[in-house]
C-alpha cells in the first residue's frame, strides 16, 4: 500500500468514525467478539491493551473487568480516538479512570518493554501492510508469558454464492479505501510462529472469523 493509499484509508476512517460507532454493534462479526472477550482469563489488575481500538468498544467491555489494572485502547486515526473519548464521557455507568486512549501506529506502540499482560487486535491484521511488523511489536510491549488475542477474518476459496463468500464481499466494502488480505488459518499461524509459542486457533461457527492466540516466550 502506498503512502497516498495509507493517508485515504485513515482519512477515511477518521471521516466514519461517528457512523460506524453506530452500526458496529450490528455488525455480523460483534458477538462473536464479546464471546472472545469473555473467553481471556483477565484479572483485576491486569494491564490490557486494545490494538486497532477503532471506537473502542471492545476497550469499555475489558474497562468492567479489569477494575483496578490499565486499559490502553490505540487506533492510528485521529477520528476513531475523539469518538472513542467522546463515548467514554457520554457513559455514567463506570469509573473509567484506568482506561485512556491514544493515537498511535500499531507498529510503533508508546510504550515500554515488557509492560502488558494481554494484547488483542480485533479485526487488525487483515488490513495491515506488514502484520509480521505488527506482531513484532506487540510481542515488545507484551511480558514474557503475556498473551495475544486476535480474531480476524479467514476468507479463502469459498464458493460463490455462500454465506461466507457473501460475508467477504461486505467486508470488503467495509475497508474500501484498502483490499484487505484474505489470509488462511496456516498463513495466521505461520505469522504468529516467528513470534509465539503455544498458539491456538479456533473457527468460529459458520463464519468467517479465525480466533488466533499465541503466549511470548
Not at 70 to 90: C, N, S
Request: aromatic residues 12%; negative net charge.
Amino acid at each position: 500500500m502506498s503512502d497516498s493509499d495509507k493517508e485515504g484509508m485513515k482519512n477515511y476512517f477518521s471521516n466514519y468514525a461517528e457512523e460506524i460507532s453506530r452500526i458496529e454493534p450490528s455488525c455480523f462479526y460483534h458477538p462473536l467478539l464479546e464471546k472472545l472477550i469473555k473467553e481471556i482469563p483477565f484479572k483485576r489488575e491486569s494491564k490490557v491493551i486494545d490494538i486497532g481500538c477503532g471506537t473502542g468498544w471492545a476497550s469499555r467491555k475489558i474497562r468492567g473487568i479489569v477494575t483496578n489494572g490499565e486499559v490502553v485502547g490505540i487506533d492510528f486515526t485521529e477520528g476513531m480516538i475523539k469518538k472513542a473519548q467522546e463515548l467514554v464521557l457520554q457513559d455514567n455507568s463506570y469509573d473509567y479512570e484506568n482506561l485512556e486512549y491514544k493515537i498511535a501506529n500499531a507498529e510503533s506502540i508508546p510504550y515500554p518493554d515488557n509492560y502488558f499482560d494481554y494484547a488483542i487486535a480485533f479485526m487488525l491484521l487483515s488490513i495491515c501492510t506488514t502484520p509480521g511488523g505488527v506482531l513484532e511489536e506487540i510481542e515488545r510491549v507484551l511480558k514474557s508469558g503475556g498473551r495475544l488475542y486476535t480474531a480476524d477474518v479467514c476468507a479463502k476459496n469459498y464458493p460463490e454464492g455462500t454465506l461466507q463468500s457473501r460475508l467477504v464481499k461486505a467486508w470488503n466494502l467495509s475497508f474500501s479505501p484498502c483490499k484487505p488480505n484474505h489470509y488462511s488459518a496456516d498463513e495466521y499461524r505461520e505469522l504468529f510462529g516467528e513470534r509465539f509459542i503455544n498458539i491456538y486457533q479456533r473457527k468460529v461457527d459458520a463464519s468467517i472469523i479465525l480466533f488466533t492466540v499465541g503466549t511470548k516466550k
